[in-house]
């Protein structure tokens, strides 16, 4: 079907996407696009009670667990096969902190792999991803299960690097929970540094996307309600970048060069 023929959620975030270069999908209507219900909700969420801890962001002082993946993943047929386990590294002059650094973080889970929650998040991504690059046949999308935590006395910094690019095609943020925490602010910045969308994401199910080409992000740091008690911010992390780009049609008409 053709996603800009009606106004359905993803046509209306496709359009945003490709336009304004940030959209964000409620979670209520990100449930319902995933059919997952609260059992399978539940159960995705759990998965992050199997996280690793981060020793990188720990350097910085965060408190961050995580694990990464990656698939590749085929929207127009569904296919989504996981690839080989290898250490993360983002392009030069993109991340201040890690530029062109092999980091290297505990594998996903085969629970995780396999859950239908994470599958249909995927298949939802590669549709929205279109939007920006319809020469794509193949995405290679880059899975980060996070969850940040603060003290009681102190702070979580969802991305210590600052206003950021990950040099990808499409970033995503889907959260999957929060607890005891304020802040976590997420916004997406154009290039000269105006804020095109900011948005505390609360609701579980809220999924932030952005056009990771023309724009940076960052989320600013969360903080205990109850000083008493830590708080966590659960989110998913994925970024899409071409995998496989469709060959190029031959334009009719003599050689080149005749």
């Known amino acids: ?77 569904g296919e989504l096969s996981h690839l080989p386990h290898l250490p993360f590294v983002q392009p030069e002059r993109t991340n201040p902190l890690y530029d062109g650094v092999n980091r290297h973080f505990e594998p996903l889970t085969d629970a995780f792999t396999a859950d239908p929650v994470l599958r249909a998040v995927l298949a939802l991504l590669g549709r929205l991803a279109g939007a920006l690059d319809g020469t794509v046949t193949t995405w290679n999308a880059k899975v980060h299960p996070f969850r940040v935590v603060a003290a009681a006395d102190g702070t979580g910094n969802p991305t210590p690097e600052g206003k950021h690019q990950d040099g990808v095609t499409l970033v995503s943020s889907l959260l999957v929970h929060r607890s005891n925490a304020t802040g976590g602010r997420s916004t997406v910045y154009a290039p000269d540094g105006r804020e095109l969308l900011s948005v505390t994401l609360d609701e579980p199910a809220a999924l932030l996307v952005s056009d990771d080409r023309g724009t940076l992000h960052g989320v600013s740091p969360i903080r205990p309600l109850d000083p008493a008690r830590t708080a966590q911010r659960d989110v998913l992390v994925t970024t899409l970048i071409p995998q496989i780009r469709s060959a190029p049609s031959r334009a009719a008409g003599p050689p080149a060069g005749r």
């Open 1 to 77: 079907m053709d996603e800009t023929a009606v106004a359905t959620p993803v046509a209306t975030a496709r359009a945003s996407l490709a336009t304004a270069g940030a959209h964000l999908l409620p979670g209520a209507v990100t449930r319902s696009l995933l059919a997952a219900d609260g059992a399978a909700w539940s159960r995705f969420a759990a998965h992050w009670e199997e996280l690793a801890p981060d020793r990188y962001a720990a350097e910085q002082g965060t408190c961050r667990l995580r694990r990464y993946g990656q698939f590749a993943l085929t929207p127009a047929t």
